[in-house]
T-cell receptor
């Protein structure tokens, strides 16, 4: 049973380009979370999605950032017109939608390290 | 709103010594508590969690943490550290309703020397 898969692991973008980060949840998991880790900081919640629905995007910057989790395929975190301040590690986590402790079992991927030059 | 404080940004320790990594939280409502470990260039792995019941929670490899409601703390204890325990340790909380929206501390880097 593969874990949460994120790709690419490393991504370099020039200022003004677009960055697309992908996350495939664990098999059987229908809930996806995105977190951002800035250098020397802890992880900060960005968005929580279920299939085809954004449930909570309270941590998403108001502009340039968007996320989706389509019916088929991975979840995508999209950053348009990247700036140097977007350089960070972006982690995806998934959890099952059912089960006794479904809302306390988040499994993290290895992250995508975005560098904006 | 919830917040988590990890006062020690870095803890150096010798191999086989015991260590305690401190975590304090603030919340006006009940929360779930977690400890995660992050090895270099890796994702986060769950070490242990407190949901309810016994305040002493045991994880793998002898790791344990104790929930203290009056002191709003959830300190992690490792009875005897190994070189391989060198990593970043994050304490986190989430509300005990709804989905798992984690609020993380800034992390404690454990440096184990021979």
């Amino acid at each position: 049973n593969a874990g949460v898969m994120q790709n690419p692991r490393h991504l370099v973008r020039r200022r003004g380009q677009e960055a697309r980060l992908r996350c495939s949840p664990m098999k059987g998991h229908s809930h996806v979370y995105w977190y951002r880790q800035l250098p020397e900081e802890g992880l900060k919640f960005m968005v929580y999605l279920q299939k085809e629905n954004i449930i909570d995007e309270s941590g998403m910057p108001k502009e340039r950032f968007s996320a989706e989790f389509p019916k088929e395929g991975p979840s995508i975190l999209r950053i348009q017109q990247v700036v140097r301040g977007d350089s960070a590690a972006y982690f995806c986590a998934s959890s099952p939608g059912t089960g006794r402790e479904w809302n306390t079992e988040a499994f993290f991927g290895q992250g995508t390290r975005l560098t904006v030059v | 709103a919830q917040s988590v404080t990890q006062l020690d940004s870095q803890v150096p320790v010798f191999e086989e010594a015991p260590v305690e990594l401190r975590c304090n939280y603030s919340s006006s409502v009940s929360v779930y508590l977690f400890w995660y470990v992050q090895y270099p260039n890796q994702g986060l792995q769950l070490l242990l969690k407190y949901l309810s019941g016994s305040t002493l929670v045991k994880g793998i490899n002898g790791f344990e943490a104790e929930f203290n409601k009056s002191q709003t703390s959830f300190h992690l204890r490792i009875p005897s550290v190994h070189i391989s325990d060198t990593a970043e340790y994050f304490c986190a909380v989430s509300l005990n309703t709804g989905f798992q929206k984690l609020v993380f501390g800034t992390g404690t880097r454990l440096l184990v020397s021979p």
